[in-house]
Nanobody
């Protein structure tokens, strides 16, 4: 069974940095896209960053210049480096991947359980 396992969330002061990690486990045939979403209190879930292949990326306007998404294909892991954090970044961050398991070789969306990021002084 394919699963996404997240780590790296926590409490950080404004202006600080965090790095989130998401590792895809299980028997995976191919990974098309991996990304990060977030949901803040009272708001809908929104795309933060996405990486397709090894290099093609896109970001929400609110995080451009501050966040960087990267991917280690050998480890089936995606990272989100978050710098210059501010209170508005406080949210539950969810890892998302469009993956094809070996058993089916067809793509489906998978989600992690979420990790809390709190930016506060």
């Amino acid at each position: 069974q394919v699963q996404l396992v997240e780590s790296g969330g926590g409490l950080v002061q404004p202006g600080g940095s965090l790095r989130l990690s998401c590792a895809a486990s299980g028997s995976i045939f191919s990974i098309r896209t991996m990304g990060w979403y977030r949901q803040a209190p009272g708001k809908e879930r929104e795309l933060v960053a996405r990486i397709t292949g090894s290099t093609y990326t896109n970001y929400a306007d609110s995080v451009k210049g501050r966040f960087t998404i990267s991917r280690d294909n050998a480890k089936n892991t995606v990272y989100l480096q978050m710098n210059s954090l501010k209170p508005d970044d406080t949210a539950v961050y969810y890892c998302n991947g469009r993956l094809a398991p070996i058993s089916t070789r067809s793509y489906s969306d998978y989600w992690g359980q979420g990790t809390q990021v709190t930016v506060s002084s």
